[in-house]
């Protein structure tokens, strides 16, 4: 490992890089000129743990709904997260929408271009607030995201034993690399980097600009940067929905609390099953303690498998109905219910593994009828 790269070949990597993605920079709707902080902000949150490739159509269509700060604080929350349906990971929805209204309320509405405001934005951490900061605002400030981690760990064949210190090590070296005044350019390459030639699997080492001083390419362990610690078995669950019908065509969907996994989202109710209870069972419990009614539980609409960040699903929908009685407000363990029509469906937000729960009662005969 080289800690502390000395100036000369700071400067060595500076200009090989900006080089670089002078011409290989790809055409994004953030990389406007000048950028702006508002979409820098959007796009940041946006890439958190997802690809470019996802984020585009989001982005402009974000954009399009909510031009601005000032347009995205007066959205209603239903509305943003009908925007962010399926890009996952909905607190960065919340967040964004909340850190709107902040900016709003506490600086005219505009993004703040200090660290300190920044970081007390809701959702803004080290790496976005040094992101907008440099991209946005010119600052000679670095920032670390998965990509960047990757490709410097690599380079200074970094292989420090726990998670704090390689981030540490991996921040100074960030730090230490900044070109005086381009350090937006400068992050922006890198992150270009790590997405196209030095990406996880199979980097595409002879064309890297950075080859020449790659400690991990003269080596032949890419694969080993950066250091993963051991991982545990995900754990996996099996979960309940009702797809409760009034009568044919009107079905109830309800509202998850604020916080949380998917909070604030809708859904067809039901929970997770406990060890050795039925299917059918845990729907008529889980019913019971989110909607304060009883069901009739008919048949199984779809099995849906879906992946969340700590753990895995497989989720078994089912038809439903009342039992008599409405659900009642005070028993409530959600948000909000109502009842919709499939076509209604269009305007709420749901998660993804609801989403193809629509899809199955879309293209299930039964939908008319179902009893
Ligand atoms: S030489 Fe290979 S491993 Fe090193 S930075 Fe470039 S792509 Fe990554």
Redesign the pocket.
């Known amino acids: 490992m080289e800690p502390n790269p000395q100036p000369e070949r700071c400067a060595q990597l500076q200009s090989a890089l900006l080089d670089w993605a002078a011409g290989h920079l790809r055409p994004l709707p953030w990389r406007t000129t000048p950028r702006d902080p508002y979409r820098v902000w959007v796009s940041e949150v946006m890439l958190q743990q997802t690809r470019v490739e996802t984020v585009v159509p989001y982005f402009e269509r974000w954009v399009r709904l909510f031009p601005d700060v000032q347009a995205l604080a007066r959205a209603p929350l239903d509305d943003v997260l009908k925007a962010w349906e399926g890009l996952g990971y909905y607190a960065r929805a919340r967040n964004l929408h909340r850190a709107a209204r902040e900016i709003v309320a506490a600086h005219g509405g505009h993004v703040p271009d200090d660290a300190e405001a920044l970081r007390r934005l809701p959702g803004v951490g080290r790496y976005t607030a040094g992101a907008i900061l440099s991209i946005a605002f010119g600052r000679d400030e670095p920032a670390l995201d998965g990509n960047i981690r990757?490709?410097l760990s690599?380079?200074f064949a970094v292989a420090e034993p726990t998670r704090p210190r390689l981030d540490r090590a991996l921040w100074e070296l960030a730090r230490a690399l900044l070109p005086t005044g381009r350090a937006g350019a400068f992050n922006e390459a890198l992150m270009e980097?790590?997405a196209t030639?030095?990406?996880p699997r199979n980097?595409?080492?002879p064309p890297?600009?950075?080859?020449f001083a790659?400690a991990?390419?003269a080596q032949g362990t890419?694969a080993l940067?950066p250091p993963r610690a051991a991982r545990k078995p995900t754990p996996h669950y099996d979960v309940t929905a009702a797809v409760i019908w009034r009568e044919p065509g009107v079905f109830l969907v309800a509202r998850r609390n604020a916080e949380g996994l998917l909070g604030g989202l809708w859904e067809f109710p039901g929970g997770k099953a406990e060890p050795g209870e039925s299917l059918e069972d845990c729907l008529r419990r889980e019913i019971r303690e989110e909607l304060g009614v009883r069901i009739r539980v008919g048949e199984r609409l779809t099995v849906v498998k879906h992946a969340y960040t700590h753990f895995r699903i497989t989720l078994h929908a089912f038809h439903a109905w009342l039992e008599p009685g409405e659900p009642e407000p005070q028993a409530l363990d959600c948000a909000a219910w109502r009842w919709i029509r499939l076509d209604e469906a269009e305007s709420v937000a749901f998660s993804a593994a609801d989403l193809r729960i629509l899809d199955a009662l879309r293209r299930s005969s039964q939908v008319a009828s179902p009893r």
């Open positions: 990757r490709v690599r380079v980097l790590g030639i030095c990406t980097p595409l080492c890297c600009p950075w080859a790659c991990a390419y890419q940067f």
